[in-house]
């Protein structure tokens, strides 16, 4: 009885994930391997040095009471699995590629604390909380933490051998929801230098749909989602971009489309809605006046001036906010602005456009 028992013991012990991306020989070590044992294993592969284990499966062999098990070490970032031998008195190492299967898997939940706490603490994979934590790193503090409520959402690739889940890969696409701003980036993969990123949707592609909605101005404050508003003190996503012009200057539709809303608010002040063909909204907030003749319903192409730059509702001075409005979310416009007015169209659309497009946007 107490035998099955043990056995029982042994065979629930079997398999043990790791997740965290530990180090290789921090693993061996756990283990029981000596430091004589790492030096004969890096003989033979020298990688195993910096190896990040994903994962590990501990196959024990023969009487209960024997110390010889066959140890599989995962790599992280290939296909490799590492198969060492131990017994008593000797230990061997080999390698080989395995195929796994790949599922895509979603995985939300509330940001709590910093986000790469809360990834860490949902999937217990440090690589996994890594790739948030950087795809992120710009658009809020990661340290801090959020100050409003905040959800994440995911979509990761999750890699199984026999049916038993080994470890996560990419994340295919993220997004980060704060109020109703959203900001979603996708899995971009750059075959020629063999690098990847998740970027902004939209980030470096050529057809950009909008033009700046006023001439030859500075941008002075980015698509935000944790910033204190400088009116009102509070921690509140900024939901879209500002530029900079006096008083007075001509607003234009980045794009041809319907207008939907003419209105005025105590916070946003004088304030029009497009809608446009390709599903975008944008909105055009803290103006000094309308154009005279502009009605709800009407359509206003690029060329139309629909109203004047100022410093109405909850402002600090003149500027244009403007904002990209997406199924019902405010997106980051700056990856779907060109960088130039619908007037300056001949200056810049010429055949280098595709070259200087990525430094401009980067500049501003
Ligand atoms: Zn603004």
């Known amino acids: 009885m107490a035998k099955t028992l043990l056995s029982l013991i042994f065979l629930l012990s079997l398999t043990q994930n790791v ?3 530990d180090k290789a020989f921090a693993v061996l070590l756990s283990y029981g391997f000596k430091q004589s044992d790492l030096v004969n294993f890096v003989k033979s ?5 910096d190896l990040d284990v994903a994962s590990e499966n501990n196959l024990k062999e023969g009487e209960e009471f024997s110390s010889d098990f066959t140890l599989k070490l995962y790599a992280q970032d290939s296909n490799d699995v590492y198969i060492i031998l131990k017994s008593d008195n000797s230990s061997a190492i080999g390698k080989v590629e395995t195929q796994y299967e790949i ?10 604390n910093t986000l790469h706490d809360t990834i860490f603490k949902e999937t217990k994979s440090e690589s996994l909380a890594n790739q948030m934590a950087v795809a992120f790193k710009e658009d809020f503090t990661t340290t801090k933490g959020m100050r409003r409520k905040a959800l994440y959402q995911f979509e990761v690739e999750q890699y199984y051998e026999d049916g038993k889940f080994i470890k996560y890969g990419n994340i295919l696409s993220a997004t980060i929801i704060v109020g109703r701003a959203i900001n979603k980036k996708v899995l971009k993969i750059d075959p020629e230098n063999f690098s990847w990123a998740l970027l902004p949707e939209g980030y470096g592609e050529t057809n950009l749909p909008f033009y700046a909605p006023v001439k030859s101005s500075r941008v002075s404050s980015l698509f935000q989602l ?8 509070r921690h509140q996503p900024h939901n879209g971009v500002d530029f900079v012009a006096p008083s007075g200057t001509a607003i234009y539709p980045a794009m041809e489309g319907e207008v939907i809303t003419i209105s005025r608010t105590r916070s946003k002040g004088k304030y029009i809605t497009i809608l446009h063909d390709n599903g975008y909204q944008t909105t055009y907030i803290h103006l000094k006046k309308f154009v005279k003749d502009l009605r709800v319903g009407m359509r206003v192409g690029p060329e139309e001036q629909i109203g004047e730059v100022g410093s109405s509702g909850y402002s600090t001075g003149a500027h244009l906010h403007f904002g990209v409005i997406k199924d019902g979310y405010y997106v980051n416009p ?6 130039y007015g619908y007037s300056q169209k ?19």
């Open 226 to 233: 944790n910033r204190r508003h400088p009116v009102t003190r």
């Open 334 to 339: 700056i990856y779907l602005l060109k960088s």
């Open 346 to 364: 001949e200056e810049y659309e010429t055949v280098d456009e595709i070259e200087e497009l990525p430094e401009t946007l980067d500049s501003v």
């Open 19 to 21: 997740l965290a991306s």
């Open 103 to 112: 599922e895509v898997k979603s995985i939300e939940g509330d940001i709590r």
């Open 45 to 49: 592969y020298p990688e195993l040095k």
